[in-house]
């Protein structure tokens, strides 16, 4: 009898493929499933009394090439860390059943933000949830647009494929015909690298030469400062782009600065839609920003259609993500304008 080592990479063209999407992330995952060509496999997720969950696949895991979908943001009746702790569980119990390879997809991953220490004794919390995965033996992890993706790949020791949304952006951009000169703003340094991945894509798209400037920022006890501001952008359509909206103040000290020094038009990108209640009132409020674009990486909130009309404009990630599942599933390249490096 000759025994198949279905772990080894080689034979992995022998793995059939699942992809689970976890309860509040059920729509994201139909999505996804319907762009790949792909289904969603059955799980349960059961509720106990004193706030304790179980969750478990209601299909066979044993040899297979097992995906998780799981978007991690918080929201009502479920905060971030419940939705953290639902996802590691589920890929645990794969595991345990004899999943060949595991992969966690996390469109969004929290705590990406905290990823090093800026005052005595600070926590590095990026690192600790890469070992939350590490620990439970995921043997990848793909997300989009985290904060800052260098120190993503440095914290987590298993496979990480960080998916970037730069080129849809562009060509968001791009079937928004104008005649001005487009610019790229960055609303921090440390968004520079991401800003220029999609000034090059929107470069690349259009022919054209496409301006670039940063705007200075300083955060400390929550508090933004910093006015800086550098790049021509005079009579341009700006575009600011961004890994996330959370609270609002960034793309909106961003978009005073372009306008005072002669942006005719200023349009925010941001891969994930976090907005606060007081985003949401200052974003829909202010002339200082045209339009809002993100995408449906967290479950956009009915009420900002009512609040923001046709100033905002969500995008589905369900193709990349589909893309890159298939990608991996097969052992092929993901397409270079989905990986941001």
């Known amino acids: 009898m000759t025994v198949v080592n279905t772990l080894c990479p080689e034979n992995r063209h022998r793995w059939e493929m699942l992809f689970f999407a976890l309860d509040r992330s059920k729509a994201l995952g139909h999505n996804i499933a319907k762009a790949g060509g792909f289904d969603v496999a059955p799980h349960e997720e059961r509720e106990f009394d004193g706030g304790e969950h179980k969750a478990r696949p209601l299909t066979e895991v044993n040899g297979h090439d097992v995906f998780v979908l799981h978007t991690l943001n918080g929201e009502t009746g479920a905060s971030a860390n419940d939705k953290l702790l639902r996802l590691l569980f589920f890929l645990a119990a794969c595991r345990d059943h004899g999943a060949a390879r ?200 009915p009420a900002w259609a009512t609040r923001f009309g046709d100033r905002l404009r969500i995008l589905s990630c369900a193709p990349m993500i589909a893309d890159a599942i298939n990608a991996e599933h097969n052992s092929l390249p993901v397409s270079a304008r989905s990986v941001q490096k």
């Open 102 to 301: 595991v992969t966690a997809i996390t469109p969004y991953l929290p705590y990406s933000r905290k990823d090093r220490r800026t005052k005595p004794q600070d926590p590095v919390t990026s690192r600790y949830v890469a070992q939350f995965f590490e620990a439970i033996g995921v043997d990848s992890l793909m997300t989009l647009e985290v904060h800052n993706p260098a120190a993503f790949e440095n914290a987590h020791r298993c496979r990480v494929l960080h998916l970037s949304t730069g080129s849809m952006f562009a060509g968001e951009i791009t079937a928004r015909p104008t005649a001005r000169t487009q610019a790229v703003v960055s609303p921090d340094p440390g968004g520079v690298k991401r800003a220029q991945l999609m000034r090059e894509a929107l470069q690349e798209a259009t022919g054209k030469d496409v301006p670039f400037g940063f705007m200075e920022k300083r955060r400390s006890a929550g508090v933004v400062s910093g006015s800086h501001f550098a790049g021509n952008v005079d009579g341009c359509v700006v575009h600011i782009v961004d890994d996330m909206i959370c609270g609002g103040s960034t793309t909106l000290r961003a978009a005073s600065a372009v306008r005072a020094h002669g942006a005719v038009e200023v349009h925010a990108f941001a891969t994930h839609g976090l907005l606060t209640e007081d985003a949401v009132a200052a974003l829909s409020e202010t002339s200082l920003v045209d339009t809002i674009t993100l995408t449906d990486s967290t479950t956009p909130n």
